[in-house]
Structures are given as structure tokens and as C-alpha cells.
């Protein structure tokens, strides 16, 4: 069975910290995608990032860098010189090819408090 | 392009209740999903479909129907409102392995 989680429950960082945000995950899937989401405190769900289980580059998108690592089966991401901004709940989640209409598995998230 | 708009925003029931919490999308996607997220805790699958007239049970189904009669719309119907349902709801469409999520809905029984 399809699995995600995020270990990390609460972190909290000061401004220009760097910090990372854990994920591992279980499929049998050999074909999966995985995806990280931020929902700051207004509530809504802001998508980041979708891999797929055949790129294992990894990714930077300004302050942001995802770890993709199958041999570990998990998809990290890094926050550089974090900012008040950052502060939100991060959620890594999980769609298998299988599933056949991409349904989303969510890991329980993680509370990133950036502290001025 | 509105995306995936939801109605309402907040709502309070009282035990017993009927509500239908409704979800729009305006992108043509085929999928679309309700998720349930409980404080907390990530979201869970509700139910989905894959096109009109096509739905399937998700993971927490007990409580809740839906139907898909247009692409545009995914309904989703609390018949007899209990307290464990008193949650954030959220809609999303996708398409390419890609969802798109709703603002959400902000439920509360009492």
C-alpha cells in the first residue's frame, strides 16, 4: 500500500536559515509521481513541485531545491535563507500510475514557523 | 479562468443536517477529487471521478455521496451531518497528474 511521511511534525527556523523539509514514501508502483504543496495560513493549497519516478535530478527554483533519491525512497525539500513568508504547513503527496485517476496519498504535513 | 471555485466557505450544521457543498471547475478537466483535511492532519480522498457520469469511493467515503451529472460540476452531499465530519473540504481538478484545489470549505456540526 501506498505510503507517505513527513516525520518532521513542527520545525521552526530565524529568517536566513536554511532548513529541510523530509518526505519518504512507500509504492509498489514502478511508475509514481510526487508533489509538495505549501498551505500558508490563508488555508489554501499552493502546489510547488511534481516529479516523476523516472527524474531523479534534482530541482532548484530560486530558494527552493527538491531531493529526489529512490534508492531511499524519499523526496526532501530545502528551503535557502528562509523568510516570515515561508512560514506555512508543507505537504508532500503521492499519485501512482495505477491508481488510474491520479489520486493524491498526503504525508501529515509540516509546520514551518520562520521566526524574525 | 476562475480554476476550481467552491461554495460555500463556511458553514455550521446542527446534527442531522443536510448540506450540499458545491464545486465548480472551468478548465475542461475530466478529473476531480473531494478531500477531507481533519486539523492537523493531511488530506484525504473523499471521492473522485473521471468524467461525468463516473464516480468511485476514495478512502473515507462513509457519510458523503456525489454525482457528476457535467464536467464543470462535482457536488458533494453530507446526508446526515455528525460531528466527525467537521472539517476543511476541498475540491480539485486535474489534469497530467497535475490537481488544482479549490479555496475550500470550512465545516463545522454541532
Known amino acids: 500500500a501506498q505510503k507517505v511521511t513527513q516525520a518532521q511534525t513542527e520545525i521552526s527556523v530565524v529568517e536566513k536559515e536554511d532548513v529541510t523539509l523530509d518526505c519518504v514514501y512507500e509504492?509498489?508502483?514502478?511508475?509514481?509521481?510526487l508533489f509538495w504543496y505549501k498551505q500558508p495560513p490563508s488555508g489554501e493549497l499552493v502546489f510547488l513541485i511534481r516529479?516523476?519516478?523516472?527524474?531523479?535530478q534534482n530541482e532548484i527554483s530560486g530558494r527552493y531545491s527538491w531531493n529526489f533519491q529512490k534508492s531511499t525512497s524519499s523526496f526532501n525539500f530545502t528551503i535557502t535563507a528562509s523568510q516570515v513568508v515561508d512560514s506555512a504547513v508543507y505537504f508532500c503527496a503521492l499519485s501512482e500510475a495505477s491508481a488510474g485517476a491520479n489520486n493524491l496519498f498526503f504525508g501529515t504535513g509540516t509546520r514551518l514557523t520562520v521566526i524574525p | 479562468n476562475a480554476g476550481v471555485t467552491q461554495t460555500p466557505k463556511f458553514r455550521i450544521l446542527k446534527i442531522g443536517q443536510s448540506m450540499t457543498l458545491q464545486c465548480a471547475q472551468d478548465?475542461?478537466?475530466?478529473?476531480m477529487y473531494w478531500y477531507r483535511q481533519d486539523p492537523g492532519m493531511g488530506l484525504k480522498l473523499i471521492y473522485y471521478s473521471v468524467g461525468a457520469g463516473i464516480t468511485d469511493k476514495g478512502e473515507v467515503p462513509n457519510g458523503y455521496n456525489v454525482s457528476r451529472s457535467t464536467t464543470e460540476d462535482f457536488p458533494l452531499r453530507l446526508e446526515l451531518a455528525a460531528p466527525s465530519q467537521t472539517s476543511v473540504y476541498f475540491c480539485a481538478s486535474s489534469i497530467a497528474h497535475e490537481q488544482y484545489f479549490g479555496p475550500g470549505t470550512r465545516l463545522t456540526v454541532t
Open positions: 516529479r516523476n519516478s523516472f527524474d531523479e
Open positions: 478548465m475542461n478537466h475530466n478529473y
Open positions: 509504492t509498489r508502483d514502478t511508475t509514481y509521481y
